[in-house]
């Protein structure tokens, strides 16, 4: 299993912008593919977003397509998460996730049981 460790959470006004970032120590991350997951109080964690190892596609949860963006180097072994126009509703904890195997179709849906591995989490909120 790789470690995951995320970094960049904050606060942040409604239609500001946060980068996300989640560096994996040890084993890299190139034979994986990698997930954004959020958690808010109460609620069940809620898929973000998810790239394959080679970067071949993207796949973004309704909520926020169109306004976060994954993106992955592996020579860094470092993901990340661009979230742009962002709202109170975005509040949450962040997970970053690790899949082994490395893919997914464009056409799975993804869900936290898909993946192995988990960082511990970092808080985002959006005042209004």
């Known amino acids: 299993q790789v470690q995951l460790v995320e970094s960049g959470g904050g606060l942040v006004q409604a239609g500001g912008s946060l980068r996300l970032s989640c560096a994996s120590s040890g084993r890299t991350i190139s034979s994986y593919a990698m997930g954004w997951f959020r958690q808010a109080p109460g609620a069940e964690r809620e898929f973000v977003a998810a790239?394959?190892?080679?970067?071949?596609?993207?796949s973004y949860g309704d909520s926020v397509q169109g306004r976060f963006t994954i993106a992955r180097d592996n020579a860094h072994n470092t993901v990340y998460l661009q979230m742009d126009s962002l709202k109170p509703e975005d509040t949450a904890i962040y997970y970053c996730?690790?899949?082994?195997?490395?893919?997914?179709?464009?056409?799975?849906?993804?869900?936290?049981?898909?993946?192995?591995?988990w960082g511990q989490g970092t808080q985002v909120t959006v005042s209004s």
């Open positions: 996730a690790a899949k082994r195997g490395g893919r997914f179709s464009t056409r799975q849906v993804l869900g936290a049981s898909d993946f192995d591995s």
């Open positions: 790239i394959p190892w080679m970067s071949s596609h993207t």
